[in-house]
């Protein structure tokens, strides 16, 4: 079959009468939802960061949940095991706000086992002490509000309402690791010390969460046309600044960097840059744990392989039961 | 939503006095109202004993739900047997915490959890066999659910312990939710794929020898629970298995070798810093 001029012309008005409603509702800053039209762009651009978003969820449970079997007493074990199962909560709102886009989960999952997709890569430092689930809780989550508070006014419905609800959560993770930090800074020696350490090894690593500065960040100025974002990564990371270091304060730690210092004429903490040679070796797979965390992912995945199709086996022959009765029935 | 309000909230300074938010909110202390003196005539040290078991059980089977983190088929999977995880572990805190207040010593729950070894430990075996796949945890937790749901219906309304039976009729609501999940999954996995019925298969042949034990107190309750079992088993299209009993009681403090190493990963912590808090 072959499309006439007339019925071209006809197709490119209503893609550019759709383009201009679609553009009329991002700048009345109002929410684009599943069934309305959309850019390709802005489609594909979402799915990617909502996947990516959902798989730091689902990679995030490892290094914290190695130690849900160790917490040094219930009342931490149990703070642990909710805050981890909050996570695996996250990944499901989050995979299932990218089904409303088209994307389909088994396949998203498909790319994060195959090294397609990222995550952030936070997740490929390790834990070796159980400070570290206090200072994740406080600086990862931390960074993680800063980051995703914005995102509940992202034009993009679906998502938007997910982060409403992760960061609450998220925010209650947040003074969750630091109630545990106050306490082991009330304890031991060998708490403080552990605790002083664990700030040492997060506090770079978290700065770059934010990603690389806005005069290195090609994707930025789309997603702030499109407002799926709000604010540059240089904003949010001076925002977690300015947020931590009276918290530092009252806890009792240093922070790892010796150009930190309050600005007053900009009313601003200014702090040292960290090293984005080392941010791009972990994105590219050259993290301490990357390898180990991808693959503990695949495992869990490829296991559980016959217990899915054993369900879908199930319910397909349910169905058939069903269908059955009912025939015999009529 | 103002993103600005967030993030004041977050600043904000943290109250040390108050503890109880990382409960989550909405907790509600399910011992609330309830006279916690122990009634007179009671045989304390019987009732302590077998706060203890009960709570055993419980941190036992939380342990081994915990290592199935990030390890689940599937993550609704992982939601459900964190869920689960969690119910028990608040058995274990509330039943502890029992023991301490009736054995006189005044021991908190982490002393029983962290500080006694495995021999001290009255928890039946089945608990603390190794995970194994995931149908061997799925008939695993229909057993234990099974059971313990039967008990604790009637230890609601049977015990003279008004702790205790507080306790236990928090726990009926979690347990039927428990064996429920475990039933579902028993059906999906005995109907679905011969790999999956196979699997079941095993699953039952190496859990029912553990079966018998359970009833060693309470025998009353074993045609209850057995009906039950029956009951999944036939609408999964499986037999119930009839073989003989394992030897021996964890109760009496009689374990499998699983038991040490779990304790060693659960304790090694707390046991490093036998002088922190936490």
Redesign the interface.
């Known amino acids: 079959m072959t499309s006439t001029g007339t019925e071209a012309s006809a197709a490119d008005r209503d893609e550019t009468r759709f383009e201009e409603q679609f553009d009329a509702t991002i700048a009345k800053d109002q929410r684009i939802e599943p069934r309305d039209w959309m850019p390709d762009g802005y489609r594909k651009t979402l799915i990617r960061q909502i996947a990516q978003h959902a798989h730091s969820e689902i990679i995030g449970m490892q290094p914290e949940g190695d130690w849900i079997t160790r917490a040094p007493s219930l009342r931490r074990k149990a703070i642990l095991f909710a805050k981890v199962q909050d996570e695996a909560g996250h990944g499901l709102y989050l995979y299932s706000a990218a089904e409303t886009l088209g994307a389909d989960r088994a396949e998203l999952t498909e790319a994060l086992i195959e090294g397609r997709q990222k995550y952030s890569s936070i997740f490929n430092y390790p834990t070796p002490t159980f400070a570290d689930v206090g200072v994740i809780g406080w600086f990862v989550d931390g960074a993680a509000i800063c980051n995703q508070v914005p995102l509940c006014r992202c034009s993009y419905g679906p998502y938007a309402r997910a982060m409403v609800r992760v960061c609450k959560e998220e925010s209650f993770h947040q003074r969750q690791g630091f109630e545990l930090l106050l306490t082991m800074m009330r304890g031991t020696d060998a708490q403080r010390a552990m605790v002083q350490d664990a700030v040492d090894r997060w506090w770079w690593p978290s700065l770059m969460m934010f990603g690389p500065p806005d005069d290195d960040s090609p994707n930025s100025a789309r997603s702030m046309a499109w407002k799926i974002k709000r604010h540059s990564n240089d904003e949010l990371r001076q925002r977690f600044v300015d947020m931590t270091v009276p918290q530092a304060a009252k806890l009792g730690v240093t922070l790892p960097d010796p150009e930190l210092s309050w600005n007053e004429e900009r009313g601003h903490h200014d702090f040292g840059t960290p090293d984005w040679s080392e941010l791009q070796r972990v994105i590219k797979g050259d993290g301490p744990r990357n390898a180990e965390r991808v693959s503990r992912r695949r495992a869990a995945h490829e296991e559980g392989a016959w217990v899915r199709e054993a369900a879908t086996a199930h319910a397909a022959k349910q169905a058939a039961r069903t269908k059955q009765t009912e025939g015999a029935a009529a | 939503?103002s993103?600005d309000h967030?993030?004041l909230?977050?600043?904000e300074?943290?109250d040390?006095s108050d503890?109880r938010?990382?409960?989550?909110?909405g907790f509600e202390d399910p011992l609330h109202g309830v006279d916690q003196s122990v009634p007179e005539g009671t045989d304390t040290a019987q009732l302590a004993a077998y706060c203890l078991a009960l709570g055993d059980d419980a941190?036992v089977s939380?342990?081994r739900l915990?290592?199935w983190?990030?390890?689940?088929?599937?993550?609704?999977?992982?939601?459900a047997l964190?869920?689960i995880?969690?119910d028990l572990?608040?058995q274990?805190?509330l039943l502890?915490a029992r023991a301490g207040q009736v054995d006189g010593t005044g021991r908190g729950?982490?002393a029983y959890?962290?500080f006694r070894d495995a021999d001290a430990f009255r928890n039946v075996r089945l608990a603390e066999l190794p995970n194994g796949?995931?149908a061997f945890s799925i008939t695993r937790l229909l057993v234990l659910s099974s059971w313990r749901l039967a008990l604790f219906e009637r230890l609601a309304v049977t015990t003279s312990d008004p702790v205790l039976a507080a306790i236990a009729a928090k726990g009926v609501k979690e347990l039927a939710y428990h064996r429920q999940y475990a039933a579902e999954w028993a059906?999906?996995?005995g109907?679905?794929?011969e790999?999956?019925q196979r699997?079941m298969r095993d699953a039952l042949a190496a859990v029912a020898p553990y079966v018998d034990e359970l009833f060693a107190e309470t025998g009353e309750l074993k045609a209850e629970v057995l009906a039950v079992l029956r009951q999944v088993t036939d609408a999964a299209g499986l037999a119930w298995p009839e073989t003989a009993p394992v030897p021996g009681h964890g109760r009496d403090g009689d374990h499998t070798e699983h038991l040490v190493p779990l304790l060693t990963?659960?304790q090694?912590?707390?046991r490093a810093?036998p002088?922190?808090?936490?």
Do not use: I, K
């Open positions: 939503m993103d967030v993030y909230s977050l600043a300074g943290h040390d503890a938010w990382a409960f989550g909110t941190l939380a342990q915990a290592q983190c990030t390890a689940a088929p599937e993550l609704e999977e992982e939601v964190a869920n995880g969690l572990l608040g274990t805190r502890y729950e982490d959890a962290y796949d995931f059906v999906r996995l109907d679905g794929t790999e999956s699997r990963e659960l090694s912590v707390a810093h002088e922190a808090t936490w």
